[in-house]
């Protein structure tokens, strides 16, 4: 299992991510995806659209705003209570999450603990400040994670907005719009992935938790009374699954799920378990499953007045489904995938990301043995134009062979093909697999079905 600073030495060695605003010093808890991350997260996003949305009968996609109205936001809950305990230290100034602190330091479990509960712990066991290490801790308060927007010119509140704290309440507030365009018919869902925004304060775990982030989110809408719950959460809680082993080729031991008790369940879920991977810091939330009721759209027809029921059009029967939402995050996937794959070769002394090859962000790399050698070039650069009508393709010339291997294995690319003399007298070049290293010569006119056959 990798570190933490494996993954992160890694990712900005060779262009997956980077801090935020580097130049200008950082910004806390933003990142930013290079050449290598943005194919790698683009990859991961198309799978799981086409797994949820593109592939299944019952499901439709959306693609709401990302600002939108305080009164959306004040409806769910998120205004009142959509906040984090938050203790400063009056020596360094450091903010620090209360729950975090104490979890860290204790090894407890403390989610739905009030602020009250939060600093009898801190005091009773003299908890310090994670950075600068003094007992000088000021008592927990509440921290809205919600970012404020203001709309045009005056900042007013009649022009107050926010940023999505999650992408969800833009599939509960288009309902209707939904029912009134489409033919969908219950049960259904909508899956929606794209940035939501919270204010979060956490150092150390990389793309992990950010203040901007992409959350892929579906509501699965029902009828309670010809819908039994129970087996339809269970076969979410499958669809997840595979999702993660069989899709994205996760190593199943770093799986677990951890089911919600009382305490920390929302007041409105009857059940809620978090899929959790094991990454550098611990097990820790992936994908979040819950069954929400009906909370979420009755709270919108209380304060929008809409009519957000669903007519059965068998029965007549007019209500308020139920939805099952299973939430996950896209940066803590990419991540997820960054770790599994890490692995150190100590016998060829060399890092490779044995991604699984449908996520590698490319396929194949191909070298002419010499840069200087015109006719090796022309030939190199012959196949690199076939291939690269069919795959992703990487080219390079620098350096020898051997650190053009381990180059593309940090960058996770499945296959590299050289470009030699021999290739010249008889059309053959080496095929090397990076998993195994093994090398394979074949001719350059059967690559292509040979690599198909291999993905
Ligand atoms: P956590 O307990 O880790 O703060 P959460 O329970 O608040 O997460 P949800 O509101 O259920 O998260 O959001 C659904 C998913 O969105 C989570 O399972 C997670 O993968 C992702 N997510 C939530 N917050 C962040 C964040 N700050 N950065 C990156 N991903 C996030």
Redesign the pocket.
Known sequence: MPTLADIVSLAKRRGFFYPGSDIYGGLANTWDYGPLGAELKKKIKELWWETFVTRRPDMVGLDSAVISSSKVWEASGHVASFADAMVDCKTCHARTRADHLIEDALDIKVEGKTLTELNEIIAKNNLKCPTCGNATLTNARSFNLLFPVHLGILAESADLAYLRG?TAQGIFINFKNILDSTRVRLPFGVGQMGKSF?N?ITKGQAT????E?E?G?IEYFFNPETTPWEPLFDSWLSAMKNFVIGTLGINETNLRTREHDDKERSFYSKKTV?LEYNYPFGY?????LAYRTDYDLQQHIKNSGADLSYLDPATNQKFVPHVIEP???I??LVLMVLCDAYYHDEEHNRVVLKLAKKLAPYTVAVFPLLKNNPELVGRAKEIFDNLSARFRTAWDDRGNIGKRYYYQDEMGTPYCVTVDHQTLTDGTVTLRDRDTTEQIRLNASELIAHLEKSL
């Open positions: 999650e919270r979060e992990f938790r950010t203040v982030f959350q989110e978090d820790k939330e992936l994908w979040g939430a996950v995050g940066d803590r």
